[in-house]
């Protein structure tokens, strides 16, 4: 009887942890409702400019986030929105340097 209960509570055990991991592993995929399309779509119409117009040279997705730079009209922008909100959380400009316009013209 009391390889039946340990049985038992392993069994509960393991349920109880599959349930959690995937119930966190959906939470994390539906946290970033939008695309990092959308999120350079957002970036660029707060400029007034086309994506297209953008040239990337560093993205990534960290934190609840799309985090990126690129190069506008001479201009280094690094933009962070938000993946679940849509809102811009930081801009930021700077002058651009060589190895910036290398990275971008290599992301092609």
Do not use: C
Not at 22 to 39: I, M, Q, R, V
């Amino acid at each position: 009887m009391k390889k039946m209960n340990r049985k038992s509570i392993l069994t509960l055990t393991a349920a109880v942890a599959l349930a959690a991991m995937t119930a966190f592993g959906s939470l994390s995929a539906s946290a970033a409702s939008l695309s990092f399309e959308d999120a350079l779509k957002i970036a660029a119409q707060h400029l007034g400019r086309d994506v297209s117009e953008l040239q990337i040279i560093e993205q990534e997705y960290d934190d609840g986030k799309y985090e990126f730079d690129f190069i506008l009209d001479d201009v280094k922008y690094e933009f962070e929105v938000g993946a679940s909100s849509g809102k811009i959380l930081k801009v930021e400009q700077e002058r651009p340097d060589w190895e910036d316009y290398y990275e971008a013209e290599h992301r092609r």
